[in-house]
């Protein structure tokens, strides 16, 4: 990117507002850490330094109230390790508090003596209470003024510490507000110098862009008004995108005289060549008027022999229908034929069996006969059985009534049974009179049915005779319907071709006409298109 150009320019002042808002952020987050590190120094360091030595000072008055308590009420194992354990207490209470100090060595340096004082008074505190243990009372007092003396400068010490932890947390709070005044005046000028930079930038950048732009703007006006001339170019003194734009127009309007004066060379070239289009779209309609009165001719003709050759179509396909019409006729009469055989043959089949049914039933009424001998001879007999035991019973007198009534009623059923025989081989004479002329009759049926068979075979080969003949017609008839069809349809396409040869012909026709139109045009704009360039300056 170009510091020159448009872009750098207008993002100057946006540029430097955003390095003032983060040298503020940086500003202000130091700020907020130097705030963050005292109230921690104070919380963690300071605050619990004081609080260690005002807890090491108590520990400091217990280990002596336990002592008093030693002296006064006498020796005891509790009170004496009171007295041990706060003494030690103190002692550990105060390293740490150096510890939490070891930041500041001229703070702690005050109390280096600290642990000679502590080592003094719990010696004395030691001889004090052994004193009393071993009841050396002669020096009680010495050693009471002692230990007191001692304890007095241990705790002046651990309040001098406690005080000189509260100063140097005091002087360290004026410090971080001090530092955070230094910055806030610091942000306060940047911020003021960078608005008035910004200020400055804002005002200036937009004022040269909009003077540039001025002067491009009235160049190319000059241009515009100048009558089409191609020979005057702009100029620019800056070097950013104006000076850019203003040479890429420069080199714009060089490129359009270039092409202006190309224009002017093919627009003469094009004139003459107008002239020669119009001649020879003279002669080309010259040429399809006569084509276009050939072509309806030939298409005339060629639209009667297809005609033609559609009626024959037809005929042969009707011809052909017909024939195959026939053709099913045929088929449904041998099948008509082929049934009836059928039925004879099943016929003749039929009085056969009724033939030899006739045969067997005459055997069977002959069977009859004999049957109907034997009972009429059975009848006879009874009946002479009867009559004897008539006499013999006649002869019996009293005693053979009831055996003479039975041998009457015996002669009567014989009676009967004769007559009933006598009937039976009557009826059965007629059966067999009836049964000869039925058989003579299916036998005279069965040699017609014969008859009838060969009769129907013969019918069956003239159908069959016929229906070949119908299958050739047939074959002949659809041959000749393809053919014709075959012709139809090339015809068809001859006529068709020669209707789009006729709708060209009519087509050129139309386009000579616009070609000739159209090279009018041509010259027009021809002439326009002169008129027009020659406005240009080149």
Known sequence: MKFSGIRAKSSLPILLLA??????????????????????????????????????????YQAKLAEINLVTAGSSVQQEQDRQDNAQQVKERFAEYRNKLSHYPDLVAKFETFDLHFQQWLQSSNQLVAAQDSHQFTMFDALTADSNTKFEQLRDILDAAGLATEQQAEQSLVQVEQTISKFIMLSLLVLLVSLGLAAWFSYTVPKVLSEQVNELTNNIKQIADGDGDLTKRLTSATKDEFSDLATEFNNFIEALQRLISNVLEESAKLEQLTITLSDSAEKTKSITDTLNGASDTIVSAVHEMSVSSEEMSTGATVTAQEAEQSNGLINSGLEVVQKSTQCIELFSNDMSVAIDSSAELQKSSESI?????????????????????????????EHGRGFAVVADEVRTLATRTQDSTNDIQTMIDQLKLRVNESAAAIESGRKNANVTAETFTEANQVFQSLQDSFVRVNELSIKTALATEEQTK??????????????QAVSASSVAEASEQLTSDIRSLSNNLNAIVARFKV
Do not use: C, M, P
């Not at 109907?372 to 059985?385: G, H, K």
């Open 19 to 60: 390095i003032v808002l983060i040298i503020t952020v940086v500003i202000f987050s130091h700020l907020l850490s130097l705030q963050k590190s005292a109230l921690d120094e104070q919380t963690d360091v300071f605050e619990k330094a004081i609080s260690l030595v005002l807890n090491a000072d108590r520990d400091l």
């Open 369 to 397: 006969s004999s049957v109907l001998d034997v009972i009429r001879s059975v009848a006879e007999q009874t009946n002479l059985l009867a009559l004897n035991a008539a006499i013999e019973a006649a002869r019996a007198g």
């Open 490 to 503: 090339v015809s068809a396409e001859v006529s068709h071709s020669l209707s789009e040869l006729n709708d």
